[in-house]
């Protein structure tokens, strides 16, 4: 087989993988824009007959998904903050220093990730009832950062191994704090694990359910999860206000991806100091 043929027909594959995926997406946009009457077709047109607008506009203005935004945003970007910040500074001391049961803490860290979420469904509801954060966003936000946490903690880990010691060092000779070389030398050169790290956090308390649907009592502290989910009734679904508000959901999202997509092939195919 000819290299030409080759490429030709990986092309094809891909091309096939590509509709394949995209088949779903373009199926929640057909449903988005149809009417009533033509809620429940089985067409496979991907521009239904009467399409229209009108489910975007009720999504957005008659019903409180800016509120669910908001809602959502916060969640999200606390939940990337306070992972950023927590996994930054106890991955690189789990690089940097030889700790009494370093080993043991590694691999609980690592065992954490071996149960499913839902098992920590009642234990975390337990404490975040004892702690009075039930039916509070400050409770979601700190169960959303303890379940990334360990994930962006081994990222992180694995990142600051690939960075040489001896920078730091040099910059301590210069002068600097031990402090001050973290936040001035390795932070810079960690700026794709950082990336990765807040990238995951941020999707952690973006699009998860469960745990909100469990902690979150009042409609009025609902995230887009949550608010898509009181679409559906006992008798009847939104399906029309539920495709449109997906694909909103999903554009803050695709959004930051392709924003940030630069670092985030470098931070998964380089993992040290470029000489």
């Known amino acids: 087989m000819s290299p030409t043929l080759k490429k030709v027909l990986w092309h094809a594959a891909m091309i096939v993988v590509v ?7 373009l199926q929640i ?43 959502s945003l916060l969640v999200a970007l606390s939940t990337a903050i306070l992972g950023v910040t927590l996994a930054s500074t106890a991955a690189y001391a789990l690089s940097r220093f030889r700790l009494p049961g370093q080993k043991g803490i590694l691999f609980a860290i690592l065992t954490t990730q071996m149960f499913p979420a ?4 009642l234990p975390m509801y337990l404490l975040m009832r ?25 990222t992180m880990k694995g990142y600051y191994d690939t960075i040489p010691r001896s920078l730091e060092e040099a910059a301590m ?5 031990e402090v001050g070389a973290f936040w001035r030398v390795t932070l810079p050169l960690s700026a794709p694990a950082l990336v990765i790290t807040f990238l ?24 887009l999860p949550l608010g898509l989910e009181s679409l559906a009734t006992t008798f009847q679904t939104e399906w029309a206000n539920y495709a449109a508000g997906s694909l909103l959901v999903a554009v803050p999202v695709v959004a930051l991806f392709l924003g940030l997509s ?12 470029k000489g």
């Open 19 to 25: 509709l394949i995926t995209m088949y779903p997406v």
């Open 29 to 71: 946009f057909s449903i988005s824009l149809r009417p009533g009457d033509q809620l429940y077709s089985t067409s496979l047109d991907l521009i239904p007959e009467g399409a229209s607008l009108e489910s975007f506009r009720t999504i957005l203005f008659e019903k409180p998904f800016l509120r669910w935004l908001g809602n």
């Open 118 to 121: 839902t098992m920590l469904l």
């Open 130 to 154: 004892n702690l009075g954060l039930v039916n509070s966003l400050v409770g979601v936000i700190l169960a959303y950062t303890a379940t990334a946490l360990p994930f962006c903690i081994w």
């Open 173 to 177: 000779i210069d002068g600097m704090t």
């Open 200 to 223: 995951f956090s941020f999707l952690a308390g973006w699009s998860e359910f469960i745990v909100a649907r469990t902690l979150i009592v009042s409609r009025e502290l609902n995230t």
């Open 262 to 273: 630069k670092f985030l092939v470098e931070g998964l195919t380089h993992g040290g100091v």
